[in-house]
């Protein structure tokens, strides 16, 4: 793809004319379903190329996966590296609905995490909801391993990775995503060798169900402990799943088992708390958990405080951490 990045965006219409017909569904501020299928999304965060500083130390280009589906991820790779690096693939957040490898705020986010953690970054731009409802971004997630597979013999970037050493990774929706395609690839461990999952790293990942949880119910009476609302996080799964169904379908659910080492970063003023810990909770010895205290929902790409800036620093770290001092189960 080279510098060009594939992008679609739609200016939300402030008084809801549209030759579409009436809006059905909606979260505020951020995307428009109408009764005709027609989908609008507001350009909340600006997309922007794989450029980045020289002095950071790390190469940025942009790849086609699928052309078809016009699916393709922007890898980040450190510059000056002696031996082979470990691969993460990452899914951004959005709800299953919004969001890109090219928004600003992930590009900024992922090149310090390349840099940081000595490691290569293959942020993935997957299909979105509604248009694709899930599980096609699982899909997209497990069709990325298998090229990667394809690819892994006649590429440059591939012979820079260490394919046995594979991360999957994803902040809220994203985290969701990394999680159960980890889930699927384990039955699919003997057709993916050489390449190996060998952890997960879920971001605040976007769990949900139909009865509430304190942390939820904490949240609908003061909005701003979290930038996800709690009638936002409906309304995403309203998009996102299949039709007619509700927030007990097995999407929104962590797997029964897990599978493999998985790192959970939870933020304290997250509506999501409860649904993290809970998925942690008698898993000690494959889930290490980790609570930031003080921030909420997307404080790593969103939030603009000292403290969302000095704790994104501590979660690097233990990203770190956890990457290059790891046990394989």
């Not at 809006?23 to 922007?48: A, F």
Request: with cysteine.
């Amino acid at each position: 793809m080279g510098a060009t990045t594939l992008t679609h965006v739609m200016t939300i219409d402030p008084y809801n004319t549209n030759i579409h017909g009436p809006v059905v569904d909606e979260v505020e501020g951020l995307i428009k379903v109408y009764k005709d299928g027609h989908v609008e999304r507001s350009q909340l965060v600006p997309c922007v190329g794989p450029s980045l500083p020289l002095e950071l130390g790390v190469a940025c280009s942009d790849i086609y996966i699928d052309k078809l589906t016009n699916v393709w991820a922007r890898l980040y790779v450190p510059v000056d590296t002696n031996s082979k690096l470990p691969l993460l693939v990452y899914f951004h957040g959005g709800g299953f609905c919004v969001g890109s490898a090219s928004w600003s705020c992930y590009h900024e986010f992922l090149a310090r995490l390349s840099a940081s953690s000595r490691c290569m970054v293959m942020s993935v731009n997957y299909r979105l909801a509604p248009e694709n409802p899930l599980p096609a971004a699982y899909e997209d997630g497990v069709n990325v391993i298998y090229w990667l597979k394809k690819r892994r013999s006649n590429s440059l970037w591939a012979k820079l990775c260490d394919l046995s050493r594979i991360f999957l990774v994803g902040d809220s929706a994203g985290g969701n995503i990394a999680h159960h395609v980890a889930a699927r690839l384990a039955t699919e461990a003997d057709d993916l060798k050489p390449l190996r999952i060998v952890g997960t790293i879920l971001i605040q990942p976007f769990f949900g169900g139909e009865a509430r949880t304190e942390s939820e119910r904490g949240v609908e009476n003061n909005t701003k402990s979290s930038i996800l609302t709690l009638a936002a996080s409906d309304a995403w799964w309203r998009l996102a799943l299949p039709r007619g169904e509700n927030r007990e379908h097995p999407y929104c659910k962590p797997a029964k088992k897990m599978v493999v080492r998985t790192l959970v970063c939870v933020a304290e003023m997250d509506v999501l708390m409860d649904r993290e810990i809970e998925m942690c909770d008698g898993n000690e010895e494959v889930i290490k958990r980790v609570v930031y205290k003080g921030v909420g929902h997307a404080f790593h790409i969103l939030g603009k405080s000292q403290l969302a800036q000095t704790t994104t620093d501590e979660m690097l770290c233990h990203i770190d951490s956890f990457i290059h001092h790891y046990d394989p189960l």
